[in-house]
């Protein structure tokens, strides 16, 4: 073997064992790059279901989840918010499913959408009982402030709504030439 060929072959080596790790196709893998929000598949996939129920589908329009609204609220938070507030985020949709099991005896996911209203809601007011929890109740109600904002910014500047629900006209409008005064 010639010194070319080995170089070559071990610069082609050195490339693969660096992608190596980044090339895993595991559940817990988020969809889209973060750079400072470190968070797994499965709070991902909360999330989603988190923005669905403030958002949900109906006959006439698609929801969050089918919006990828969730996607919004993470780069949001990853790109707009500071550190603390990232640690915050985390650790409250951590919560959220914690109380969800808690009281329904079911991760988030798998509770009703009348109980994930319920659950939502109680947790925005401030309710008594969910504050006895403990101290994660703080950063849950965070979390779903923080999500609960940025889901509506998501789904009124998604390209659906743009397009079908309020379609956009360049200034000036429509001109009508010809009208009896």
Known sequence: MDRRSALKNMALLGGSVLL????????????????????SGRQERLLAGIAETFIPATD???????????????VMVDDCRSEEDRQRFVRGL???DRLAEHHYEAGFTECTPGEKEQLLART???SPELKSEGEGYEDARECLSMTKQ?????FLNSEYVMTEELPYQLVPGHFDGCVAL
Do not use: M, W
């Open 20 to 39: 190596a790790p980044s090339c895993t196709f595991s559940e817990e893998r988020v969809s889209i790059a973060l750079n400072n929000l470190n968070i």
């Open 60 to 74: 006439d329009s698609p929801g969050a989840e089918a919006l990828k609204i969730h996607h919004f609220v993470l």
């Open 124 to 126: 925005l007011e401030g």
């Open 150 to 154: 940025y889901a509506i910014r998501g």
């Open 94 to 96: 951590d919560q959220v």
